[in-house]
């Protein structure tokens, strides 16, 4: 699957991903009300708005883009008519040519994780019918419980070609309060990096591993410290735009053959109809905006790495 990430990536030029983490706050009125009409103001009318939402700025950004990435949460807080969003728009997205990754977090015990695994990136086979049941292309997975939490997850992206991102160093300000933690004279960081660098070994997916990492934007140093640990697996990069991370910050998350890496932004891109800088769009042209947001991220981001 990274293979098929990369191609993409390549094709339009694009290391970037825009993050579907819909708000009610970002939503349009006149995109609340088609939902409100067709459910009444429920939690199923949010979910048809958050949907169309998101149709909306998929149909102006896929162009420009290689991937997206839903951030579950921001679905269940409304239930199960949110998860119903959330599956609507990873089908619409891959339907757009996207690869798609799941921004879950999941990790548990060995056959918790392997629930998580076939629900999220694999298969189940009822009475000789098989299901897909969420079906994203990679996944974000959380190492706290160890190898056995993550061996499930590998054994499905192996059968099934697909990926995770495995939570190395997070971009949010208390990341450090375990995450910079010395152990044995290292940083815990550094010891899930070098676990990531050698799970990733058993996924091989050409030149990189299905299994990447993800580490924060917000910690420019430290992510050219891990890029090292870890030279064939991809980071996912959050924390441009909206935490503070810049392009030119973001250099050394890269290999020297300009792969290596995708940054993510999230309320940077489908909130950008708000920013004072986009204003001139106005709501009713809030997905116009959001390309916009994506054509200066791209800027920003090869530009710096031009240098
Ligand atoms: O370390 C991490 C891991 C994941 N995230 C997720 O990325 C997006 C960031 O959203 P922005 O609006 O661009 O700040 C969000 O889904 C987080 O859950 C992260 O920020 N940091």
Request: aromatic letters at 10%; charged letters at 25%.
């Amino acid at each position: 699957m990274i293979k098929q990430l990369i191609e993409k990536i390549e094709t339009k030029d694009s290391p970037i991903v825009v993050g579907l983490d819909p708000q009610l706050k970002f939503i349009p009125e006149r995109i609340l009300n088609i939902g409100f009409e067709q459910f009444g103001e429920t939690l199923a009318g949010v979910a048809e708005a958050i949907f169309l939402f998101n149709k909306e700025i998929i149909d102006n950004v896929y162009d420009l883009i290689p991937a997206v990435k839903p951030q579950s949460a921001m679905y269940e807080q409304f239930g199960s008519a949110g998860v119903k969003a959330f599956e609507r728009t990873v089908s619409y997205a891959k339907e757009k040519g996207l690869v798609v990754i799941g921004d879950i977090k999941r990790g548990d015990i060995g056959s918790t994780s392997e629930a998580y695994a076939i629900g999220h990136l694999g298969s189940i086979t009822i009475k000789n019918k098989t299901f897909k049941p969420f079906d994203e292309d990679f996944i974000t997975v959380n190492p706290y419980l160890g190898s056995d939490g993550i061996n499930p997850f590998t054994k499905v992206c192996n059968s099934h070609n697909k990926g995770m991102f495995v939570l190395v160093k997070t971009s949010n300000p208390s990341s450090g309060e375990f995450q910079d933690r010395l152990i044995d004279g290292k940083p815990l960081y550094v010891h899930v990096a070098e676990k990531v660098a050698s799970w990733g070994e058993e996924c091989m997916d050409g030149d990189y591993s299905n299994i990447g990492a993800v580490v924060g934007a917000t910690y420019p140093e430290i992510g050219k410290e891990l890029r090292k640990i870890m030279p064939n697996n991809y980071i996912l990069v959050p924390g441009y735009g909206a935490q503070g991370g810049k392009g030119a910050d973001l250099v050394n998350f890269f290999n020297k053959d300009g792969l290596g890496a995708i940054i993510n932004s999230s309320r940077g891109i489908i909130a950008a109809w708000q920013q004072e800088k986009y204003s001139e769009f106005g709501e009713d042209n809030f997905a116009d905006a959001s390309r916009k947001a994506v054509v200066d991220m791209l800027d920003d981001v090869r530009g710096a790495l031009a240098k």
